[in-house]
């Protein structure tokens, strides 16, 4: 596929991940990433993303302050630093690629996805 995850496991709450969104080409890691996580039995969520353009960024509310969204161009790669992470968290995150210059926090707006990394957060 075009986008790969990585780094997702199983931690305690409190601890830290930094997941990998990995791109084939310098163009697809260049669009609008965006991460999503999808808990069993609920819809899937916006959790962060960095925009085209500019680079600008952008979080849910749930995630704000404990997480972080960067880009590597030197890997294709983006990457989301996850601290302080809480049982709420647990889920599988997906990457995701939009054409849009700006971030979209919608899914439907995205149209190249990887297929998942699992994270698991115990109390």
């Known amino acids: 596929g075009e986008l790969e995850e990585s780094g997702g496991g199983l931690v305690q709450a409190g601890d830290s991940l930094r997941l990998s969104c990995a791109a084939s080409?310098?163009?697809?890691?260049?669009?609008?990433i965006g991460w999503f996580r999808q808990a069993p039995g609920a819809e899937r969520e916006f959790v962060a993303a960095?925009?085209?353009?500019?680079?600008?960024?952008d979080y849910a509310e749930s995630v704000k302050g404990r997480f972080s969204i960067s880009r590597d161009y030197a890997t294709n790669t983006v990457y989301l630093q996850m601290n302080s992470l809480k049982p709420e968290d647990t889920g599988i995150y997906y990457c995701?690629?939009?054409?849009?210059?700006?971030?979209?926090?919608?899914?439907?707006?995205?149209?190249?996805w990887g297929q998942g990394t699992q994270v698991t957060v115990s109390s």
């Open positions: 080409t310098r163009r697809v890691i260049s669009s609008t």
């Open positions: 995701a690629g939009a054409t849009s210059l700006t971030i979209t926090y919608y899914s439907r707006d995205y149209d190249t």
């Open positions: 960095i925009s085209r353009s500019v680079g600008s960024t």
